[in-house]
């Protein structure tokens, strides 16, 4: 569609048309990708971490802007201009399992940590550095680990979701589970972070995608559910024969993209979903 000028005394107006095309993004966005942890197999050293910052008599937490110190000087190599991402180790802080299996397969799959943020060293001590904290997902705080920044490998999207097939057969692929998501919620949708129990070891690289399904009538969920739902409902009709998640159709409920693989756990953007998602959903690569 062509643009209109309207005349507005000596003010002139451009209104751009109302059928631009909108462009899909082509890979996951900076925060998306920093900002999105991982589980690794083992724990990330800790030998580097923050100690403290400016003005730390009044502040607890840090963000962009602020000035951090962190244990790494001259005498570890430390030099102006060198980054580190600032990440933390992190459970479920309730204890609380939403399904049955979650509490087995989180330390299986491995150790979570959270992205933070990255800082800049801006002057170095001999056992000390004054970082400029640059980005920040989250607040940085006294005792999260300082590691050497490295960039992250840029996935790349497919197609638009108008090629996904809610009917999708069996990939005959791994199958595994979302155990966990970020901050330790227990559903979400598209553009969520999910972690599951797959990973370099069972084949998994760094822009696969996933599938996300489940079944009727499992019953893992530690949510109130009634028994037998699936196929009856007295005054709502009934089967004459009963009916268990082996005997219907799986519901595919969506996909996302591997952002980063750790030996047995893999951090997956959600890219789209039909409806919400939830740990103890299963997953398949495609």
């Not at 430390?78 to 580190?84: C, K, N, S, T």
């Not at 992190?90 to 299996?101: H, M, Q, Y």
Request: charged fraction near 20%; proline fraction near 5%; hydrophobic fraction near 35%.
């Amino acid at each position: 569609m062509r643009a209109k000028t309207f005349y507005l005394g000596s003010l002139v107006l451009i209104a751009a048309g109302t059928c631009a095309a909108q462009v899909s993004p082509k890979a996951p966005s900076y925060s998306e990708l920093y900002c999105s942890g991982q589980v690794v197999t083992p724990k990330l050293p800790a030998d580097s971490y923050l100690i403290s910052g400016e003005q730390s008599k009044e502040k607890l937490v840090f963000a962009t802007g602020d000035y951090v110190y962190i244990n790494h000087g001259a005498t570890k190599g430390a030099r102006v201009g060198d980054e580190f991402l600032i990440m933390r180790e992190v459970t479920e802080p309730l204890k609380v399992s939403w399904n049955k299996w979650q509490k087995k397969l989180t330390p299986a799959m491995g150790t979570i940590y959270h992205d933070l943020g990255r800082v800049r060293i801006v002057n170095v001590l001999p056992k000390t550095s004054i970082a400029e904290v640059v980005f920040a997902c989250d607040y940085l705080q006294r005792g999260d680990l300082a590691r050497p920044f490295q960039e992250r490998p840029v996935p790349t999207f497919k197609e638009a979701p108008s090629t996904f097939d809610q009917f999708a057969p069996v990939s005959g692929k791994p199958v595994a589970m979302i155990v966990q998501m970020h901050d330790f919620v227990q559903g979400g949708g598209n553009g969520s972070v999910v972690y599951v129990n797959l990973g370099i070891r069972q084949g998994v690289k760094i822009g696969d995608y996933i599938r996300a399904f489940r079944y009727q009538g499992t019953r893992a969920e530690f949510t109130y559910q009634t028994e037998g739902f699936e196929y009856k409902m007295y005054g709502f009709g009934s089967t004459p024969v009963r009916y268990t998640w082996e005997d219907l159709p799986r519901e595919v409920l969506g996909e996302g993209i591997v952002l980063r693989a750790g030996d047995n756990g893999s951090v997956v953007l959600l890219t789209y979903t039909r409806r919400d998602v939830y740990t103890g959903d299963y997953i398949e690569l495609e």
